[in-house]
């Protein structure tokens, strides 16, 4: 997969057809039998054409996937964790961490605890079994962050455009303190599972994905598997939120958000959701929710953001606007200076 190196690059050949694809079907891909015939009329166009346009932007990198996006912690146990790795072991540490299969992000970020990634498993019991196996492996002490409230969580954002900032022109978005269980299951059926299982990397690019996705869940499970029971099972996993959204999933760093930084703030217990949702609802903001405090390992703040730019000042300065005008409070910037791994939740184990 080719990965365009600049921001003219990828957007060198796209028309308005495709930057409708790109910015307005991020979400709100059509359930239905035939959903590329659904978005052609709504684009003016054909069904092969729309077709096309997706494989071709998949293939550029300018979509990493195209389909479903599942919601790990609705569906099992996920976590954050970090690790303070010594520089003389670090690409030791980095190894057996990124061997865990239940490791789906990895990343070195410019802090005492330079090592943070994600854990996700079927159950907060083997989640936390996993972490002790890295501990007991590496020698390292882990950090285990898991998310305790999600007040504005997506990373589905217009990127056509000349904007400094992810969702600067989106128009705000309510927030809203929903709490997160460390011991969540999907409560699914034997098909319902399989059929996520199938989805994860995304959706067959055919005339009728959803009937292709049965035949492959039919094969799986001991019932036949209609392509009427995949929609229905479909529209019943987006309304409990085991999946978040359908549609396309941009690659916000081939198209031109490439900085971004993860800051970390001490908010006082009795204002959390009150900051929290305030926070969440700004245009700026990527991502904003709640983890523990760990005392005991002197890691005090309990809010968490994220803020994705086109550039490297620029992010530091909003930060600094957020700091000054929204969250008063003692914080820490965490730039995150490499990628060790970065592939979706494996949801094999998960279901």
Known sequence: MSTPETESDWRAGLDETDAALIDDYQSGFPVTT????????????????????????RESGVFRRFGAVLNPPVIGSSTLAAVSAPDDRFDEVAATINNVRQVNHNYRRDHEWNMWFVVTAASREQR??????????????????????????????????????????????????????????????????????EIQDGFPLTRTP???????????????????AVLA???????DGCIKRIGCVVNHVV??????????????????????????????????YNRPRRPALDWEYNLFTMVHGREADAVDAKIDELAADHLPVDHERLYSTETLKQTGARYDELV
């Open 34 to 57: 035939e959903p590329f015939a659904t978005l052609a009329d709504d684009l003016d166009t054909t069904e092969t054409d729309v077709l096309e346009r997706v494989k071709r932007l």
């Open 128 to 197: 936390d079994a996993i972490l002790d196996e890295i501990e007991r492996e590496t020698g390292c002490t882990v950090l285990n962050l898991p998310m305790l409230t999600d007040y504005y969580i997506d990373l589905e954002f217009p990127v056509v455009n000349d904007d400094a900032f992810a969702r600067e022109s989106v128009a705000e978005t309510d927030a809203s303190a929903t709490r997160i269980s460390e011991s969540a299951t999907g409560d699914l059926s034997e098909s319902e599972a399989a059929l996520l299982v």
């Open 210 to 228: 959803y009937r292709d996705v049965a035949a492959a869940v039919d094969d799986v499970v001991d019932a036949d598997v209609s392509v009427e």
């Open 233 to 239: 099972a479909t529209e019943r996993l987006l309304a």
């Open 255 to 288: 198209t031109g958000f490439r900085n971004n930084c993860m800051v970390v703030w001490d908010v006082p217990d009795d204002e959390l959701d009150d900051l929290g949702e305030a926070v969440g609802e700004l245009p700026y903001v990527t991502l904003c």
